[in-house]
């Protein structure tokens, strides 16, 4: 028996119809260590996890699977769990309508003679709340918790099935910085605990902080393993290296502005909650973009960026919005999604999953879905050839990689769907473009990619307001940025003015001017 090693994953290999994800992958984590993997989007490592946790079963791949120097053969995400092994996947599998303390037991209730044990399920999920630092009452509905603290529900719920290793698949994605450093804290506090954790994430400067051992994945193959506590400091200049096969020298791609004439105020914008109409979410903001201009708008998880980007979207969120919009200096309302499509504003959302993409569908009719009125002919017939056409243009420009353009959205990397998302927004021909979140959960290269399409779009003269909650991305794309807290647009800084600091303290001022 390997004492030292609590997992060896050997010669793994999975198909798909046409495809190899995975081609003799190697994993080896040392028990009790922090054990990182990466690679681009595609490269196989949420595959990988998924055959690790009987996502796919014993018997659907090649290879073999060691736990403590013993084989397994896992057929289902309960026989893994059986073992100690619990996957927390990207999108959270909570239920919304049930309570905290309901759903860290769901499926393993704490029951008497198959009845419910009410007292002891809340006492045991208080102290499992206690434990990864979450102060909320363990009936607390599940819907009233940001993602930071639903992540450390999901946590909590793998610490109940008595985890001994545990897979965390982009767990700070959709986390703030200040989110994330408390997840990755937690995850440190673990590891002396004794648990062994797994760690997919894009995110290299939590990689280089964090982990122990980071293994490379590219093309669905094991690249090598770097020892991040070596005599040589592995940084994340080397780990990209591995991950594309070749120095990624610049992050951001050059771009000299060409700003033209304003396209777009917005002044006064003031939205309330949608159920809660007393309470102000965005409270008189003003910003403006220009033709040719890429402006940022930073702010901490709760800041209301999404909330005045979509409330500006057709009135896509919120109640008793007030404020004026201009178009070319000239006001405008945007009432409705279809008014704001028609004065030439789209927006593509942070949640490309749920609300970006119909992942069910073709590449072909989601580019096409969003100005169908310019492909229909006589009597409103869409002409597919037409169609067709213009879903391969976007296909080939974009570099979406993918058989053909009647490949489902679903079975898209994140990177691809994504740039899918910015087509379908392309090919309504905007003036102003909202981009939320456009690089969450993708990886470096495809991120590159991404900005190339944002700074091509710019010297088109479009408008592009871009949100993220990654300051370095703002900071390295944009001319302007608006920092936010609190519903308040706090400030506004130029491309040589704004650096973290500053961006920081203006992110947490609060309406007398002071930073908490």
């Given at each position: 028996m390997?004492?030292?090693?609590?997992?060896e994953?050997?010669?793994?290999t999975?198909?798909?119809?046409?495809?190899?994800?995975?081609?003799?992958?190697t994993?080896?984590?040392r028990r009790?260590?922090?054990?990182?993997?990466?690679?681009?989007?595609?490269a196989?490592?949420?595959?990988?996890?998924?055959?690790?946790?009987?996502?796919y079963?014993?018997?659907?791949y090649?290879?073999?699977?060691?736990?403590?120097g013993?084989?397994?053969?896992?057929?289902?995400?309960?026989?893994?769990?059986?073992?100690?092994?619990v996957?927390i996947h990207?999108?959270?599998a909570?239920?919304?309508?049930?309570?905290?303390?309901?759903?860290?037991?769901?499926?393993?209730e704490?029951?008497?003679?198959?009845?419910?044990?009410?007292?002891?399920?809340?006492?045991?999920a208080?102290?499992?709340?206690?434990?990864?630092?979450?102060p909320?009452?363990?009936?607390?509905?599940?819907?009233?918790?940001?993602v930071?603290?639903?992540q450390?529900?999901?946590?909590?719920?793998?610490?109940s099935?008595?985890v001994?290793l545990?897979?965390?698949?982009?767990?700070?994605?959709?986390?703030?910085?200040?989110?994330?450093?408390?997840?990755?804290?937690?995850?440190?506090?673990?590891k002396d605990?004794?648990?062994?954790?797994?760690?997919?994430?894009?995110?290299?400067?939590?990689?280089?902080?964090?982990?122990?051992?980071?293994?490379?994945?590219?093309?669905?193959?094991?690249?090598?393993?770097?020892?991040?506590?070596?005599?040589?400091?592995?940084?994340?200049e080397?780990?990209?290296?591995?991950?594309?096969?070749?120095?990624?020298?610049?992050?951001?791609?050059e771009?000299?502005?060409?700003?033209?004439?304003?396209v777009?105020?917005?002044?006064?914008?003031?939205v309330?909650?949608?159920?809660?109409h007393a309470?102000?979410v965005?409270?008189?903001?003003?910003?403006?973009?220009?033709?040719?201009e890429v402006?940022?708008?930073?702010?901490?998880?709760?800041?209301?960026r999404?909330?005045l980007?979509?409330?500006?979207?057709?009135?896509?969120?919120?109640?008793?919005?007030s404020?004026?919009?201009f178009?070319?200096?000239?006001?405008?309302?945007?009432r409705t999604?279809?008014?704001?499509?028609?004065?030439?504003?789209?927006?593509a959302?942070?949640?490309?999953?749920r609300?970006g993409?119909?992942l069910?569908?073709?590449?072909?009719?989601?580019?096409?879905?969003s100005a169908?009125?310019?492909?229909?002919?006589?009597?409103?017939v869409?002409?597919?050839?037409?169609?067709?056409?213009?879903?391969?243009?976007?296909r080939?420009?974009?570099?979406?990689?993918?058989?053909?353009?009647?490949?489902?959205a679903?079975?898209?990397s994140?990177?691809?769907?994504q740039?899918?998302?910015?087509?379908?927004c392309?090919?309504?021909?905007?003036?102003?473009?909202?981009?939320?979140?456009p690089?969450?959960?993708?990886?470096v290269?495809?991120?590159y990619?991404i900005?190339?399409?944002?700074?091509?779009?710019?010297?088109q003269?479009?408008?592009?307001?871009?949100?993220?909650s990654e300051?370095?991305?703002?900071?390295?794309?944009?001319?302007?940025?608006y920092?936010?807290?609190?519903?308040?647009?706090?400030?506004?800084l130029?491309?040589?003015?704004?650096?973290?600091?500053?961006?920081?303290?203006?992110?947490?001022?609060?309406?007398?001017?002071?930073?908490?």
């Open positions: 390997d004492n030292e090693h609590i997992l994953m050997r010669g793994i999975k198909r798909f119809p046409g495809v190899a994800a995975l081609q003799e992958v994993l080896a984590v009790g260590e922090i054990h990182a993997i990466c690679g681009e989007n595609g196989g490592k949420s595959t990988l996890m998924k055959v690790l946790s009987g996502v079963p014993h018997g659907s090649e290879g073999d699977i060691l736990l403590d013993e084989a397994v053969e896992f057929r289902s995400v309960r026989d893994s769990e059986a073992r100690g092994v996957i990207q999108e959270l909570l239920s919304p309508y049930l309570s905290v303390a309901e759903n860290i037991f769901l499926g393993n704490q029951a008497k003679r198959g009845v419910i044990d009410w007292n002891r399920t809340n006492a045991e208080g102290r499992l709340l206690e434990r990864v630092g979450l909320e009452k363990p009936d607390t509905p599940v819907m009233d918790l940001g930071g603290k639903q450390l529900v999901e946590i909590a719920k793998a610490l099935k008595e001994r545990l897979i965390l698949d982009e767990p700070t994605a959709a986390l703030n910085d200040e989110d994330s450093a408390h997840l990755l804290n937690l995850i440190r506090g673990l605990q004794g648990i062994t954790s797994i760690l997919i994430s894009h995110k290299l400067n939590e990689i280089e902080a964090i982990a122990d051992s980071t293994t490379i994945l590219r093309d669905g193959r094991t690249i090598e393993t770097l020892d991040m506590h070596g005599p040589e400091r592995v940084t994340e080397r780990i990209i290296r591995g991950m594309v096969g070749r120095p990624l020298d610049h992050r951001f791609p771009r000299t502005p060409e700003i033209g004439e304003e777009l105020r917005v002044e006064g914008w003031t309330h909650h949608p159920v809660d309470r102000t965005v409270d008189g903001a003003t910003v403006a973009v220009r033709r040719g402006v940022g708008l930073a702010g901490l998880m709760g800041a209301g999404t909330e980007a979509m409330s500006l979207y057709g009135r896509t969120y919120g109640a008793r919005v404020g004026q919009v178009k070319n200096g000239r006001p405008v309302e945007l999604v279809g008014q704001a499509i028609r004065h030439g504003i789209a927006y959302t942070e949640d490309r999953k609300y993409l119909n069910i569908d073709t590449i072909q009719h989601n580019i096409s879905a169908l009125g310019k492909l229909t002919g006589p009597g409103g869409v002409d597919r050839e037409r169609e067709a056409t213009v879903a391969e243009k976007y080939r420009d974009l570099n979406i990689k993918a058989p053909t353009v009647q490949a489902f679903g079975k898209l994140g990177g691809n769907q740039k899918v998302v910015l087509s379908k392309i090919f309504a021909d905007p003036d102003v473009l909202i981009l939320d979140e690089t969450r959960g993708i990886d290269g495809a991120k990619e900005y190339v399409i944002i700074n091509t779009l710019a010297q003269g479009k408008g592009i307001i871009v949100i993220s300051l370095p991305e703002l900071l390295g794309i944009c001319d302007r940025i920092a936010l807290n609190e519903g308040r647009v706090t400030g506004e130029s491309r040589d003015e704004a650096t973290q600091e500053r961006l920081m303290h203006l992110m947490t001022m609060d309406k007398d001017g002071h930073a908490r």
